[in-house]
C-alpha cells in the first residue's frame, strides 16, 4: 500500500465489483484489450469473475503469474478500481514477466496505476525474484504508454501485428526495466515519489 492505492490479491467476494468496473468502462477498456468472443457484458459478468479468479490463482500458484486487485483506500473504506498482472513469469536464466494493467477510468490521472505499477515492480524485484519487467503498449493508447514512460522504463522494441486486440492483429511498442536501473534509487516506488514531488 502507497497512500491510498492498495494492491492485494483477490477474493471470491470481488465478483460483483469487478463487473461493475468493468461494465461500466466499456468504452475505456475494450480498445485495448486482447480480442475475446461473446459480449462485453457477458464476459464482465459476476459469474465469469468466477473462471478469471480461478485462471489467476492456478496462475499464481504455478509461479506463472502475480494478479493483482487495484483498490483505493478513501473515506475508511476500500474500493476495487483495476487490475495489475505481472504474467508469463520465467525463471532460471530470465527472472522476467511482462506487465499488464488497467484501470477505472473514473480515477484515471490520479497516478493510481503509475503507483500500483511501481508497489508491483518493487515486489517483483524483490521478494519475486525477478529481474526484468517488460510492457508492451499499442502505439495509440497514450494514457497507459505515459504510466510507463513517468515511471522510466526504456522503450527498447516495436511489435508489428503482436496481438490481436478490438478485432485485429496490433502493433505494439516494448518498454522495459530491470532491477539494476532501479536499485540505485531505492526502488521503483522511491523513484515515483521522487518524480512526483518534483513536478508539485
Not at 47 to 74: I, K, N, T
Request: charged letters at 25%.
Amino acid at each position: 500500500m502507497d497512500g491510498p492505492v492498495l494492491l492485494r490479491p483477490y477474493r471470491r467476494s470481488d465478483a460483483a465489483a469487478w463487473s461493475e468496473v468493468r461494465r461500466a468502462n466499456r468504452p475505456w477498456l475494450a480498445p485495448w484489450e486482447s480480442s475475446v468472443a461473446g459480449r462485453w457484458d457477458e464476459y464482465n459478468s459476476p459469474s465469469a469473475f468466477r473462471y478469471v479468479h480461478r485462471d489467476q490463482r492456478r496462475s499464481a500458484r504455478r509461479g506463472e503469474g502475480m494478479p493483482f486487485a487495484v483498490c483505493l483506500y478513501e473515506d475508511g473504506r476500500e474500493r476495487l478500481v483495476g487490475h495489475l498482472n505481472l504474467g508469463n513469469i520465467v525463471r532460471r536464466a530470465f527472472c522476467s514477466a511482462y506487465a499488464g494493467y488497467w484501470v477505472d477510468g473514473r480515477v484515471a490521472g490520479r497516478g493510481v496505476i503509475p503507483t500500483a505499477l511501481a508497489l508491483a515492480v518493487d515486489h517483483a524485484f524483490g521478494p519475486g525474484g525477478l529481474h526484468r519487467i517488460e510492457v508492451n503498449i499499442r502505439p495509440e493508447n497514450g494514457p497507459s504508454r505515459r504510466v510507463v514512460e513517468k515511471l522510466g522504463f526504456r522503450e527498447e522494441a516495436y511489435h508489428a501485428r503482436y496481438m490481436h486486440i478490438d478485432g485485429a492483429w496490433r502493433d505494439h511498442i516494448g518498454y522495459a526495466l530491470t532491477s539494476e536501473d532501479v536499485a540505485a534509487e531505492g526502488g521503483l516506488l522511491a523513484r515515483w515519489h521522487r518524480l512526483r514531488a518534483a513536478t508539485v
